[in-house]
């Protein structure tokens, strides 16, 4: 198979979709990897070190997506992207379709085969391909939370541990899953309170036996949001319900009570957002301040450690890229389900239950296309 690695061209988002170490597993395999000049060059990952494991450089991205039968790319397609796919051509890479009415409906028109990263499933529960990014945005809404909430960035001017003789900040994570327990292992070791709210009666108790009195672990209600949100400095919000849009957990009004240059980090905001208040926000311009609340939101938050995330990334995606190209989309989707609960859209089919649901397509089951 002909794999294509554009350039990324999302505001400052550095990552890419294959390392050289990715590209060799290909081309060691028989296919053909086409990477853009320089697609790796803001991390360190030079055109040489493709060359050297067998990639073929091209000058632009119209010529990757004219050739290549695979896209494999880090963050979801932008509207010049989306143009120029193809029916037939695959489209591997994150998505995040349900907040997104614009891109669904390009993918649609295209015909390609768009299958998410984050909504491939694993053996053993989960979402592994969106795990690596959701421990890396986790433990970033810390050192972003922190550093807003310095008085020169708009905040109230706290130090999160405190010093003697000082209180710490509180610091509030709503859910428990992957973003929220790695935002918790940075929380606890800045010397902070931490109060960490899921509904998972079992998942807070496995906290508690870890982390003991250094947390407060809460169900979470709307009542216990409430009363933590409103005593918080520092607010994390991690909840995930996989492809679908996040729930709203935060109202417009309860931000309007909380401290003035508090501040919210919106994890969820790749998939909408879990504050009524949230929009999305670049690295050129993280912030925005509602009713005196500083919200960073950025949508692609590991890109600002794009060494790091494009790494950790390939360790998850490299052995389905594998898959997809030694086999075809088809029979790599019939022989394991796990990466069929990837495929978002194909042939101009909507083929996952949540996207369908929350932006109004008809359901095709992704079985359907296998025959």
């Known amino acids: 198979m002909i794999v294509g690695v554009p350039k990324e061209i999302k505001n400052h988002e550095y990552r890419v979709g294959m390392t050289p170490s990715s590209v060799r597993e290909l081309t060691s395999r028989g296919h053909k990897v086409l990477v853009q000049k320089n697609a790796g060059g803001e991390i360190g990952l030079s055109d040489e070190q493709y060359v050297a494991v067998g990639a073929e450089l091209v000058e632009t991205a119209k010529e990757i997506f004219e050739r290549a039968e695979m896209i494999v790319k880090v963050k979801e397609p932008q509207a010049i992207e989306c143009a120029m796919l193809r029916p037939g051509q695959i489209l591997y890479t994150y998505l995040h379709l349900a907040p997104d009415p614009e891109q669904t409906a390009a993918l649609v028109k295209s015909g390609a085969i768009c299958i998410a990263y984050e909504t491939i ?33 708009g905040g109230m001017g706290l130090l999160l541990g405190g010093v003697p003789g000082v209180a710490p900040a509180h610091i509030v994570i709503i859910g428990a899953g992957v973003v929220g327990t790695n935002a918790m292992q940075m929380a606890v070791g800045t010397g902070a309170r931490v109060t960490v709210l899921d509904k998972s009666i079992d998942r807070l108790r496995q906290l508690d036996l870890v982390y003991g009195n250094r947390i407060s672990t809460v169900y979470s209600n709307a009542q216990s949001i409430e009363e933590a949100v409103l005593s918080a400095d520092l607010v994390i919000g991690g909840v995930l319900v996989p492809g679908a849009a996040a729930p709203k957990l935060v109202s417009r009004s309860l931000i309007s009570r909380m401290k003035k240059g508090a501040v919210v980090v919106d994890v969820a905001i790749d998939q909408g957002g879990c504050f009524e208040t949230s929009h999305a926000t670049t690295h050129a311009e993280p912030t925005y301040v509602v009713d005196g609340v500083i919200h960073y939101c950025v949508a692609n938050m590991p890109g600002a450690v794009a060494r790091t995330s494009t790494f950790a990334l390939n360790n998850a995606t490299v052995g389905h890229a594998i898959a997809l190209a030694s086999k075809g989309w088809k029979q790599a989707l019939r022989d394991d389900i796990h990466l069929r609960n990837g495929l978002n859209v194909c042939e101009g089919k909507v083929t996952y239950a949540a996207v369908a649901h929350d932006l109004g397509y008809p359901y095709v089951a992704a079985e359907s296309l296998l025959s």
């Open 121 to 153: 499933t694993g053996a053993n529960g989960g979402l592994p391909l969106l795990a690596p990014m959701s421990e890396v945005a986790g433990r970033m809404s810390i050192q972003a939370g922190a550093a807003h909430l310095e008085k020169s960035k």
